[in-house]
C-alpha cells in the first residue's frame, strides 16, 4: 500500500510560480511510476505531468510543457511539480498519484494510489 501526501498549493497570481511535493510512503519500487494529474470544478481529472521513480524518462501534457517540471528525490521519496509561468486556466485541484506500471500512464485509470489533492488558485 502506497500513501500519498500532496502539499505546496495555494493562491498566486498569474505569471507566478508554485512547486508542489507529493510525499510517498510504502513499497515505491524502482518499476512505479508517479503522475500529477489536476480536476477544475466541472471537468475530469486530466494528466498533467509523469515521472518513473528511477530513470530520467518524464512526459507532459501539451498544455504545461515548457512551463512545469515534475522531478523526484528518491532518498526523500518525494515528487515535486514546479509550476512557473501560471495562468488562471491552471486552477485546479492537484493530485498526485502511483503505480507499479513500467510505462507512464496518461489517464486516471492507470494509476491505482492517490493523494488527497492541493489546491491551486491562479488569480488574473
Known amino acids: 500500500q502506497v500513501h500519498l501526501v500532496e502539499s505546496g498549493g495555494g493562491l498566486v497570481q498569474a505569471g507566478g510560480s508554485l512547486r508542489l511535493s507529493c510525499a510517498a510512503s510504502?513499497?515505491?519500487?524502482?518499476?512505479?511510476?508517479m503522475g500529477w494529474f489536476r480536476q477544475a470544478p466541472g471537468k475530469e481529472r486530466e494528466f498533467v505531468a509523469g515521472?518513473?521513480?528511477?530513470?530520467?524518462?518524464?512526459y507532459y501534457a501539451d498544455s504545461v510543457k515548457g512551463r512545469f517540471t515534475i522531478s523526484r528525490d528518491i532518498a526523500k521519496n518525494t515528487v515535486y511539480l514546479q509550476m512557473n509561468s501560471l495562468k488562471p486556466e491552471d486552477t485546479a485541484i492537484y493530485f498526485c498519484?502511483?503505480?507499479?506500471?513500467?510505462?507512464?500512464?496518461?489517464?486516471?485509470?492507470?494509476?491505482?494510489?492517490w493523494g488527497q489533492g492541493t489546491q491551486v488558485t491562479v488569480s488574473s
Open positions: 515521472i518513473r521513480w528511477t530513470g530520467s524518462r518524464t
Open positions: 498519484a502511483a503505480d507499479p506500471r513500467l510505462q507512464i500512464g496518461l489517464t486516471a485509470d492507470d494509476y491505482e494510489y
Open positions: 510504502g513499497p515505491t519500487s524502482s518499476s512505479y511510476v
